[in-house]
Nanobody, 124 residues
Framework: QVQLVQSGGGAVQAGDSLRLSCTVSGGTGSNYAIGWFRQAPGKKREFAAAIAWGGDSTNYADNVKGRFTISRDSTKSTVYLQMNSLKPEDTAVFFC?????????????????WGQGTQVTVSS
């Protein structure tokens, strides 16, 4: 059974950095496209970044370009989301989604599996 296990997150000040991790268990990690999404209270799940299966194709939301970087460590079946220059408006629960042999899609409906979510809180 495929599971996505998230780690990282926490409470930081504006301008700080955080790194989130999403590890694929029960499957070959490099075969999965991974997307990172965030959801603030009362809002829809919003796309942040994605990486396609196998290769290095990536996709970013305009409001995180230049601040967030998504990367993959295939030896660990783990995808990272490095978040720099964090802003209070980045505060949300972050989820990773996975889809086997998928593209770096910005749509939540493209993903089959989901991590448990992790809270990121940025204070001013």
């Amino acid at each position: 059974q495929v599971q996505l296990v998230q780690s990282g997150g926490g409470a930081v000040q504006a301008g700080d950095s955080l790194r989130l991790s999403c590890t694929v268990s029960g499957g070959t990690g490099s075969n999965y496209a991974i997307g990172w999404f965030r959801q603030a209270p009362g809002k829809k799940r919003e796309f942040a970044a994605a990486i396609a299966w196998g290769g290095d194709s990536t996709n970013y939301a305009d409001n995180v370009k230049g601040r967030f970087t998504i990367s993959r460590d295939s030896t660990k079946s783990t995808v990272y989301l490095q978040m720099n220059s964090l802003k209070p408006e980045d505060t949300a629960v972050f989820f990773c989604g996975g889809r086997v042999l998928g593209a770096a899609s910005s749509s939540p409906s493209a993903y089959t599996y989901w991590g448990q979510g992790t809270q990121v809180t940025v204070s001013s």
